[in-house]
């Protein structure tokens, strides 16, 4: 799904007209708009990616007639209008600036500098700007970024989550800064990327404070398990209907395959998507009063004791309450399951990519449920002295075709190979690699590495338009009230909850230590707090 045009000075128009059509591109054009109507009477399901598909082919037929860039240009997957703005002339040359952006990367990449230098060939010709790639583990990302904005460091661009570095926490530190002016006078084109519904989960006070990096926002939590395995001991994956069903495999792997872990993790695998809690309370689903339930709950208590369980069995790496990176537990190829997300079109590839080259199967244990856009965001900092540029930067990584991939997938023919249409073959030991598309931007643009779907743009939207939708949507909580307390829990949580999670503690003996340790550092405060913002909420929105 290619877009064309190409950015050039501030303001001045994204897709260039300045050299008139020829006959024989009118007819290239035409030929192109009525191919493409063909296809999307029959995907008329998905009207919105078919539109997206007219655009973009119409626009790469017009701007070819001027430009062979790989470039991409403005595509809108929704009806909404982008933020009105007159475009103004071209006064003067922009300045040339250097811009930083930090964001989590599972390893270090040794051809970094040789691929942010080729995505500062890109940057510099297009928006006179160069960027700073900052890449930081995810198992300290959110530290060193807390030391970081401690210390009023100078940056741009910061990735931000509902998971990691919390959006909502650091914009109500100030942080980062709003971007509704910047999205009207240098990213319209950005704007028009996404429905507005991505853009709402991005709001805060009623401003935009990030870019979504759109992409699957329908959470599904499964298992993902080695395929080689699966096969050699007959598993049925349409068998496992809860985390204790795999108990057998396990064993089998324990008993069988020495050098193999049984089962990896580095938090455990409890999470509310399993037990019927809608996590934005957190309340029960079936709960008609929304009563938020406390940070330990009966479903907890039993997850955290099949864990020790299975801990002492050993089925799970001895270093899981202490390994920092989720991807360590896996990366070699020795684990045989794990728990992560697997609801997004084409994460076989991405799995196996991450499992040492092993083909896995998935094994979904609850529904789909739209979790938003909040879980990858790309925002401007407040110290940013060009945020400007930083937004006409944003603007090109999540329309321009070449510089996402090159961001992705690093350089052509050395990093990676395209082979037919859109797809490539990666090249894992050359030096860049990096298996987070979700990290930098939007997949409208991306490239499918070997075995990815060919419709997967057209399943990410199927999933998306389908996924549960909370009723709390929107509900957003706010800790000023228990900062104290929040900090006491957060202290607590640091010192047990990974090693209660992972079953590296007895339960028995340290979960009723964690409870009460939590009741001294005032939970029970933060759920009364929430429940009273919670009600608050419900009322104001005519739901309770």
């Not at 997300?341 to 083909?359: C, I």
């Not at 929040?486 to 964690?514: F, H, Q, R």
Request: aromatic share 10%.
């Amino acid at each position: 799904m290619s877009k064309a045009g190409k950015e050039g000075n501030e303001g001045e128009s994204k897709i260039g007209f300045s050299h008139p059509l020829s006959y024989v591109s009118l007819k290239i054009i035409l030929r192109e708009v009525s191919s493409l109507k063909k296809i999307i009477r029959e995907k008329s399901r998905f009207r919105w990616m078919s539109t997206l598909a007219l655009s973009s082919a119409l626009a790469i037929a017009v701007t070819g007639c001027g430009n062979s860039s790989d470039s991409t240009s403005s595509a809108s997957p929704s009806s909404s209008a982008a933020p009105s703005a007159s475009a103004a002339p071209v006064t003067k040359k922009l300045d040339p600036v250097e811009l930083t952006w930090y964001y989590p990367q599972n390893k270090a990449n040794p051809d970094l500098q040789l691929v942010n230098d080729a995505v500062n060939k890109i940057t510099q010709e297009k928006i006179n700007a160069t960027i700073k790639l900052m890449p930081i583990d995810f198992g300290t990302y959110e530290q060193k970024m807390n030391t970081i904005v401690a210390a009023n460091e100078v940056t741009d661009i910061i990735w931000t989550s509902n998971w990691l570095f919390k959006f909502d926490q650091n914009q109500k530190k100030g942080v980062f800064q709003p971007i509704d002016d910047l999205l009207k006078s240098q990213g319209q084109k950005l704007y028009q990327t996404m429905e507005e519904k991505f853009w709402n989960d991005a709001k805060m006070d009623g401003k935009i404070y990030a870019v979504p990096n759109y992409q699957i926002s329908a959470t599904r939590v499964g298992l993902v398990v080695q395929k080689r395995f699966a096969d050699k001991y007959k598993l049925d994956p349409t068998s496992i209907k809860k985390m204790e069903d795999i108990e057998p495999f396990l064993k089998q792997i324990k008993d069988n395959e020495p050098g193999i872990v049984p089962f990896g993790t580095t938090r455990g695998f409890y999470t509310g998507f399993l037990y019927n809690i809608d996590p934005k309370g957190p309340v029960y689903k079936n709960d008609s009063t929304y009563k938020v339930l406390p940070d330990v709950t009966n479903e907890m208590r039993t997850n955290f004791k099949l864990a020790n369980s299975w801990y002492s069995k050993g089925y799970i790496n001895k270093d899981a309450a202490t390994l920092k990176n989720a991807a360590d537990a896996y990366n070699k190829g020795t684990t045989a399951v794990w728990f992560d997300f697997t609801g997004k079109p084409g994460s076989e590839v991405e799995f196996k990519a991450a499992n040492g080259g092993n083909d896995v199967v998935l094994v979904p244990l609850a529904k789909a449920v739209f979790s938003g856009a909040a879980s990858t965001l790309n925002a401007i900092s407040r110290t940013s002295k060009n945020p400007e540029r930083a937004m006409m930067f944003l603007e090109l990584v999540n329309t321009d075709k070449q510089l996402y991939n090159t961001l992705v997938y690093g350089i052509e023919g050395k990093h990676y190979t395209k082979t037919t249409g859109n797809f490539i073959k990666i090249n894992q030991d050359a030096g860049y690699f990096t298996n987070t598309d979700w990290i930098f931007g939007s997949i409208i643009n991306e490239y499918l590495p070997e075995g990815s779907p060919a419709d997967k743009l057209e399943q990410t939207a199927k999933v998306n338009a389908e996924g549960e939708v909370s009723p709390l949507t929107g509900f957003v909580f706010n800790t000023d009230p228990v900062k104290t307390e929040t900090a006491n829990v957060k202290a607590v949580n640091d010192e047990y909850y990974a090693a209660l999670a992972t079953g590296t503690l007895d339960t028995e003996k340290y979960l009723p230590i964690y409870e009460e340790k939590l009741k001294k550092a005032g939970a029970d405060v933060i759920v009364a707090e929430r429940q009273k913002q919670l009600d608050a909420w419900l009322k104001t929105n005519g739901k309770k």
